[in-house]
């Protein structure tokens, strides 16, 4: 169904995604990369969620390279594909904002670094509209501030072309003690959706919200709505 150049960047516009997760829901986080290579332009987001604390996210823009390797003013980030649908790690070196409101984007700077690995099984790769998505572990390590935070836990991974996103796409997905639970799209934010927390992610080609839910029966994942535009950049 797959083949191993459909997880190289495209000549499109397209959209890479990672999730990841403790298990008991203590910490997680995301990341996106949007791609517009027609007009040389990527977007690059993240966001991470500790219990009782402020959401810690940024965004920001770059000249698009032909690697997903990112370089600017006070970030570096690197994806690398590490073996087709089955091992991806990520770096990030960056700072970041701890927000109170997710909306807004003002708040305290913060140092940000990732060293994680998504681990998949290829069979578990499932379809999408113009493109993939997968369940994952996760392990790695988190840097925030002078905190360390050790992560071996789950996650979920996707890759899309950006042009197949409907206007508004909601999307629910989520695991419990390493089982895939449900991967459901027009899915409705349900209670303990943003158990905890949420972010929002602007771009050019219009919006991202994601929600970290932890349910009572421990099972632990996201919420996404993306609120697309017509596509200014192709």
């Known amino acids: 169904m797959f083949d191993a150049a459909d997880e190289r960047p495209r000549g499109s516009a397209d959209l890479y995604t990672f999730e990841f997760w403790a298990p008991e829901g203590t910490i997680g986080g995301h990341l996106a990369l949007w791609r517009w290579p027609a007009a040389g332009v990527g977007c690059y987001a993240t966001a991470f969620f500790r219990a009782g604390e402020p959401v810690v996210a940024l965004y920001d823009e770059f000249p698009l390279k032909a690697t997903l390797e990112l370089r600017g003013q006070g970030l570096w980030a690197e994806h690398n594909l590490e073996q087709p649908f089955a091992h991806w790690s990520v770096g990030l070196e960056a700072f970041a904002l701890a927000l109170d409101d997710p909306?807004?984007?003002?708040?305290?700077?913060?140092?940000l670094g990732y060293d994680l690995d998504w681990e998949c099984e290829p069979s578990q790769c499932s379809l999408l509209d113009d493109g993939y998505e997968q369940p994952a572990t996760v392990r790695g390590e988190v840097l925030l501030g002078m905190n360390a935070y050790e992560?071996?836990?789950?996650?979920?991974?996707?890759?899309?072309?950006?042009?197949a996103v409907p206007s508004t796409t909601r999307r629910r997905h989520g695991m419990g003690a390493g089982t895939l639970l449900w991967s459901v799209a027009d899915a409705t934010r349900q209670p303990g959706d943003d158990a905890l927390g949420w972010s929002r992610s602007v771009t050019p080609a219009g919006w991202l919200d994601k929600a970290m839910f932890v349910r009572p029966d421990g099972c632990v994942g996201f919420t996404e709505t993306w609120f697309g535009a017509v596509l200014p950049l192709r």
């Open 151 to 163: 992560l071996d836990g789950f996650g979920w991974r996707s890759h899309v072309g950006l042009n």
């Open 103 to 111: 909306a807004e984007d003002r708040g305290e700077r913060i140092a």
